[in-house]
């Protein structure tokens, strides 16, 4: 991720609450990649729900496809002619893009929850490396 522009106004806040293991994970992330952790955050945050044009298309486009090929193999199944795939490749082409932004959209909240849990696990392995090093201590 790039380091804050100087030219770049920020005025606006935003408030969120986590938990104090999930905030260590990201101190701990921001620090490695060099940046405050408000930074960071706003980086994430950013990076999270930006999905190229390019990215966009190619996912539409994989989806119609998909949709074409399902919908023929169906019909030889059956033993039924090709002759609505003209009809078929127009529905396609209509639903390519919403499709698309659908399966952007759970892939982000998936990869959210994922991360979520990899926060909650991380934490969880720290805290249990600090008890051990306190019972090392201890004895």
């Known amino acids: ?17 986590v938990t104090d293991s999930e905030r260590s994970v990201f101190a701990e992330r921001a620090e490695g990649a060099g940046l405050s952790l408000s ?3 706003r980086q994430a945050i950013l ?3 930006s999905t190229s044009p390019d990215t966009r298309l190619l996912l539409a486009e994989i989806i119609a496809a998909r949709k074409l ?3 023929s ?10 002759d609505r795939i003209h009809d078929q490749i127009t529905e396609a082409n209509a639903v390519k893009f919403a499709a698309a932004e659908e399966c952007i959209a759970q892939y982000f909240i998936q990869a959210a929850e994922h991360d979520a849990e990899d926060s909650e ?4 392995e720290s805290e249990d490396d600090a008890e051990e090093t306190d019972e090392d201590d201890a004895a």
């Not at 991720?1 to 609450?17: C, D, E, F, I, P």
């Open 47 to 49: 990076g999270s729900v």
């Open 1 to 17: 991720m790039q380091a804050k522009s100087n030219s770049l106004a920020l005025s606006a806040t935003l408030g969120v609450r």
């Open 69 to 71: 090929t399902l919908w």
């Open 39 to 41: 930074e960071w955050c």
């Open 73 to 82: 193999l169906v019909q030889v199944s059956k033993s039924k002619p090709l």
């Open 121 to 124: 696990n991380d934490a969880e």
